[in-house]
């Protein structure tokens, strides 16, 4: 293993991305940053994949983006690698969660509001701090931030990049779970299975009308991929049966 660099493990149907930087906190580099969409195509691909987990090695999330090449950075605007992996993991087909532990800053917080749910540690400590650098944050990343927490949350962490602690993440919103740090992994293991047990249609189709990426040719499309999978007929039958659903529709190769 190099000493900045992300890995993937599989564990039936839950994939996880470990960012692995342990000199910076696990600080995202200009190479990290372009492996992500990389990877996570990969894991699209990959028909066994239900559940992507997002986490940081050893205790810390990821303290940010690593800032050496500023010229760069400053160039590129909204258009910079950060921004593109952080879309290409909004975007990524399955569920996504994000597990954390220590610090969560920066370009890490970046990376846990793309993902759909995020497990917080008791320790984790969370801030946005562009304010402090003299940076404009990605438009695209202030949104999806405003969005999670509302405008009046977003504010106050976009004008004092102050870090604010699990608890506080908890209640503005910005974090679904806080669990003492000997639980997280438990809890967010236990979650991946139950998500990955439920229908693939359902979940699929709430990810993508949630995020509002569902136009009303897909809307239909997705009602037609009920009536055409005995998806619903299956978990009713399960239900009446007292067992398991045994679900097994899977997204068409091609739309």
């Excluded at 940053?33 to 992507?52: I, N, T």
């Amino acid at each position: 293993m190099s000493d900045a660099e992300l890995t993937v493990t599989l564990d039936g149907p839950v994939a996880t991305v470990v960012i692995h930087n342990p000199a910076r906190r696990n600080a995202m580099t200009p190479a990290m940053w372009r492996q992500l969409p990389v990877l996570l195509d990969g894991l699209e691909a990959d028909p066994a994949v239900r559940v992507l987990v997002l986490t940081g090695a050893g205790g810390t999330f990821c303290a940010g983006a690593d800032l050496g090449d500023l010229d760069e950075l400053l160039a590129a605007g909204d258009g910079s690698i950060a921004v593109a992996a952080e879309e290409r993991l909004a975007a990524f087909g399955r569920p996504t969660v994000a597990a954390i532990e220590g610090a969560c800053v920066g370009g890490g917080c970046q990376l846990a509001v793309a993902c759909d749910l995020r497990l917080a540690a008791a320790d984790a400590r969370f801030g946005v701090p562009p304010a402090r650098l003299g940076l404009v944050y990605p438009a695209p990343t202030t949104r999806r931030l405003a969005a999670l927490v509302g405008p009046s949350a977003a504010k106050h962490l976009l004008f004092t990049s102050e870090l604010v602690d699990a608890e506080r993440a908890l209640r503005i919103g910005l974090v679904d779970e806080v669990l003492p740090a000997g639980e997280l992994a438990g809890r967010v293991a236990a979650l991946t299975a139950t998500v990955a047990e439920r229908s693939r249609l359902t979940v699929t189709a709430a990810k993508e009308i949630v995020d509002g990426r569902a136009d009303a040719e897909r809307l239909a499309w997705w009602h037609a991929q009920v009536r055409g999978s005995g998806e619903a007929r299956e978990g009713v039958a399960a239900i009446n049966e007292r067992r398991p659903p045994r679900f097994g529709w899977t997204p068409p190769a091609t739309r």
